[in-house]
């Protein structure tokens, strides 16, 4: 069984990697969130050889709203573009010699990221497995719901900080819930945390609350002190400040010391962008309640371009219906009294990982109070903890008749509603999809002993083929 999950770890990396590259060659150019001051970003360090200060100017809403109103015609040049010249260096640094070598070429680029994703995909597999050692289930199937979300590979596929920032922190929760994190190694990660985006700078008290949970007790019997507490957490904090410090320098210089980060510099400068004030306003508390919702699930599945292209309204009700079912799962599973009780290191991880998932959450509420950016790739930053909880759920139901009934009832339900949507004759995928699915969930229904392979299979499967679907009839006709 342990053998077959490795061969399914592998599998699942090419499969990603192929669908990767499918998205950074067909996904027109810039026709991602920010894709051009990104890129900009990286053309500064390569061409000009010192880091950029975001300025007056170099926001414009209207010739913004221009280039993607007009899908960036190659006449209008993007180079104005130059928004997230506040962000941390890490991944431009990094992707300077990709630029060099391919002379700025935009696919070399995004295929970097790609590559990002793979290594954020290998360390999410070993932070379950390592976490749940007894349950080899849950590392391969967590490995594929991050692997195969449509709007995560599209966003993993293009030029920006986003796969590095998600590397970086997951990399750091894996040295968290180990036993016995080492303050140096650990507080290493955090410094490039913090030089990598904000976002994953919910990784510090998830570092230091689970130091001081390591530190806290040598066994259950005995305590150590609190000048070794203290001490390791200042080996943490001096580790981090080694790598950040001298960035978070250079900005108080440049942006003043009440702005490290430089983002009240960015907010002064991004003027035009929507308010959320002006939206309640305009909608009311339930109307802009409901529009966040919706467009925050839609986009987490997949809305692509610049939140130009949605998928058809068939597809996100099929999708709901799963992520009902994982989340029902979940809920099941972890309330389920017969299931094999926890241990005291794995309760601390779980702990530490909702604790990560919770800041992401409320990050992302909190931006929403200023600025109308209900995308729910902000988000991203807990994947690994959503999908350990996914991966919770589909277990629970494999282990029932009438949950993989269902969960292939679910899966059964995106090409149906895809051949619904699209309605065209040239629909041979999804025909060979409708009957692969019941071909391996029917099998996985009647022989308990492959049931959860052959479920994990039909997933792996029918996200595969949503993904071919936001690319070939979603992204590439509409971009």
């Known amino acids: 069984m342990q053998k077959g999950y490795r061969w399914a770890q592998i599998l699942l990396l090419l499969c990603y990697a192929a669908l990767g590259t499918l998205y950074a060659v067909y996904t027109p150019p810039w026709q991602a969130p920010d894709e051009p001051a990104h890129y900009n970003y990286i053309r500064a360090l390569a061409e000009e050889r010192a880091l950029p200060v975001i300025e007056e100017g170099d926001y414009d809403q209207e010739y913004l709203g221009l280039l993607t109103a007009r899908k960036f015609p190659p006449q209008l040049s993007v180079a104005p573009l130059r928004y997230e010249d506040h962000q941390p260096p890490l991944y431009y640094l990094l992707a300077v010699p990709v630029y060099l070598l391919s002379g700025g070429a935009l696919v070399p680029l995004r295929l970097f990221s790609v590559a990002l994703g793979l290594l954020l995909l290998t360390v999410a597999h070993r932070l379950v497995r390592d976490l749940f050692p007894d349950r080899p289930f849950l590392a391969p199937a967590a490995m594929a719901l991050i692997a195969f979300l ?16 998600e590397l ?32 994953a700078y919910v990784v510090l008290p998830v570092a230091l609350l689970a130091l001081w949970w390591s530190g806290a007790r040598m066994n259950t019997d005995e305590r150590r002190p609190a000048s070794y507490v203290a001490a390791q957490t200042g080996r943490l904090l001096l580790a981090a400040l080694l790598l950040a410090g001298p960035w978070l320098v250079r ?43 919706r467009t925050t699930f839609q986009s987490f599945w997949g809305q692509f371009g610049w939140m130009g292209v949605p998928m058809h309204p068939p597809v996100y009700r099929a999708l709901a219906v799963l992520s009902a079912l994982l989340g029902v799962g979940f809920l099941a599973g972890w309330l389920d009294r017969r299931r094999p009780r926890l241990t ?38 807990a994947l690994v903890p959503l999908a350990l909880a996914g991966a ?7 282990e029932r008749r009438v949950g993989v009934l269902l969960l292939g009832l679910g899966l059964m ?10 309605r065209r004759t040239a629909l041979l995928l999804w ?6 699915l019941p071909a391996l969930w029917l099998p996985a229904l009647l022989f308990p002993r492959p049931r959860r392979s052959l479920t994990l299979a039909a997933w792996v499967l029918g996200m595969v083929g949503l993904n071919l679907y936001a690319i070939f009839w979603g992204i590439i006709p509409n971009l």
């Open 150 to 165: 449509p709007q995560h590979v599209a966003m993993t596929a293009a030029v920006n900080n986003d796969a590095l920032a």
């Open 168 to 199: 970086v922190l997951a990399t750091a929760l894996w040295l968290a819930v180990r036993p016995n994190p080492r303050p140096w190694r650990l507080g290493a990660v955090v410094g490039l945390a913090l030089l990598t985006k904000t976002t």
């Open 251 to 293: 900005n108080a210089t440049v942006y003043g010391w009440t702005d490290p980060l430089g983002l009240a510099r960015h907010n002064a400068v991004v003027q035009g962008q929507p308010r959320t004030a002006e939206w309640l306003a305009q909608y009311g508390p339930g109307g802009l309640a409901m529009r966040f919702v």
């Open 344 to 381: 005291s290191g794995q309760r601390r991880g779980v702990l530490l990982l909702a604790l990560s998932a919770t800041l992401t959450a409320l990050s992302y509420l909190w931006y929403n109070l200023t600025f109308v950016q209900h995308q729910g790739r902000y988000l991203f930053p």
């Open 392 to 398: 919770w759920g589909l277990e629970w139901w494999t």
């Open 413 to 422: 339900g995106l090409p149906l509603a895809l051949v619904w949507a699209l």
């Open 431 to 436: 025909g060979a999809l409708g009957v692969l």
